[in-house]
């Protein structure tokens, strides 16, 4: 494993900023992310409402299977 390689449960969509926001901030499961709200999520640098979204509409998805 790179430096660069983590093992993340983070859909690609959200792009390597976001991702690597989420886990600089110790951030390395879609759990985590589901106990965080919107405005905690867009207060980590790179993370925008984009990624937000995505994460969101990942988390529902990953839910109702």
């Not at 660069?4 to 600089?24: M, V, Y």
Request: charged share 25%; hydrophobic share 40%; no cysteine.
């Amino acid at each position: 494993m790179t430096m660069n390689e983590s093992i993340h449960e983070f859909p690609k969509e959200i792009g390597n900023p976001a991702t690597n926001a989420l886990i600089a901030a110790n951030i390395t499961t879609l759990e985590q992310v589901s106990r965080m709200s919107d405005n905690d999520l867009l207060s980590l640098h790179e993370v925008g409402p984009k990624a937000v979204r995505v994460l969101r509409e990942h988390i529902k998805k990953v839910r109702d299977l």
